[in-house]
């Protein structure tokens, strides 16, 4: 059984992206700590990421189909803000999604306070930096691990 970590648009670039709000990890590093904290649980972690909104999409109703995920770890980057279709998709699969934030967006530019996601959300994580991660797939595998 495992979690699937998803992170969207630009988050390739974590480490070098606006190191003053996004911090110095990389998305390895990100992967890493997921990882690690779902064997801590006895879980595994799939890691994923992609720019395309569809790519996202896609791997939700991948996960959906895969039988085994328990969770889904998601930075939907930009598209948090502007897609129905990941809302669509995050309904559509009946998967506890955990919405996580490295920055804080409620803190940032107004068009960042609207989330699609967060009403479809089991819960929401942000301005934490990466321990957001760790702490959303540990909240996964306690409700959904065992
Ligand atoms: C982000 C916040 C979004 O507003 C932004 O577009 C991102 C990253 C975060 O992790 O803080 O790409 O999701």
């Given at each position: 059984r495992r979690i699937l970590v998803l992170n969207g648009p630009n988050l390739n670039l974590l480490g070098t992206r606006e190191p003053e709000i996004y911090?110095?990890?990389?998305l390895a590093d990100v992967d890493d700590l997921c990882r690690e904290e779902a064997r801590r649980h006895g879980l595994e972690a799939t890691c994923r990421q992609t720019n395309h909104e569809g790519g996202l999409v896609d791997a939700l109703h991948e996960a959906r189909s895969?039988?085994?995920?328990?969770?889904v770890v998601l930075n939907?980057?930009?598209?948090?803000?502007?897609s129905v279709a990941l809302l669509d998709a995050v309904k559509a699969v009946r998967l506890p999604v955990v919405e996580v934030h490295?920055?804080?967006?409620?803190?940032?530019?107004?068009?960042?306070?609207?989330?699609?996601?967060s009403p479809v959300a089991e819960a929401v994580v942000a301005?934490?930096?990466?321990d957001g991660y760790r702490w959303a797939v540990e909240l996964l595998a306690t409700r959904y691990g065992g």
């Open positions: 911090g110095s990890a990389t895969a039988g085994d995920v328990v969770g939907a980057g930009a598209y948090t803000h502007t490295l920055s804080n967006p409620h803190a940032r530019e107004p068009f960042r306070h609207r989330s699609y996601l301005g934490a930096g990466v």
